[in-house]
């Protein structure tokens, strides 16, 4: 669009960034206090994006790439950008997301807690919260509305995670961002 360049399978359009007009809209949406979203960007969008927003930035629901392959999902470079700049990445509970098999439609509490897990070694606990995806996404899933997350947040716990860090999870890390 005018902006830039949308993720894709096409390594070319990947490398492709924001277009001019879309460079200067990053000022402006800083000035105007705007959240700017990397979800659906290619991978040189994402990386104009981290070089010149003076704000931090977010993806709302994009996993780690290093667990699955989807383009969407962020590398572990960009993990580490983004928590440079404060911001943070939403989980997104879609398969496809989660599994190295992106054709999976098994969405399992325990890969979105592989995902988080991921998120805090390389960024931190403060880049990463919950982004779900539920108005966008199918399958079989194991927290498949509100109600359910208390099975994220238990596994989470299981796994060592104190009630501070779940909380940032839950909610924290993505209010801090937004006020």
């Known amino acids: 669009n005018c902006f830039g360049f949308p ?20 000022g402006v949406m800083n ?9 659906h960007l290619s991978d040189g969008g994402f990386y104009d994006v ?16 290093a667990l699955s392959p989807h383009t969407r999902n962020l590398t572990d470079d960009m993990i580490r950008l983004l928590a440079e700049k404060g911001g943070v990445s939403g989980i997104n509970f879609g398969a496809s997301f989660l599994d190295a098999d992106t054709t999976s439609q098994n969405s399992r ?12 070694q390389v960024g931190g606990e403060d880049c990463v919260g919950l982004g779900t995806d539920f108005d966008g996404i199918g399958g079989h ?12 947040f ?10 501070r860090q779940i909380d940032k999870v839950a909610s924290g890390n993505v209010l801090r961002v937004i006020h």
């Open 7 to 26: 993720n894709s399978k096409d390594p070319d359009v990947m490398n492709a960034g924001l277009t001019e007009f879309g460079k200067e809209a990053i």
């Open 31 to 39: 000035e105007m206090g705007m959240l700017i979203d990397v979800s």
């Open 50 to 65: 981290a070089k010149l927003t003076k704000k931090p930035f977010v993806a709302t629901h994009s996993n780690c790439r």
């Open 109 to 120: 509490v325990s890969r979105l807690a592989d995902h988080i897990e991921h998120f805090i």
């Open 141 to 152: 899933l194991e927290i498949a509305q509100p109600t359910d997350m208390y099975q994220l």
């Open 154 to 163: 238990d596994e989470l716990q299981r796994r060592g995670l104190s009630y």
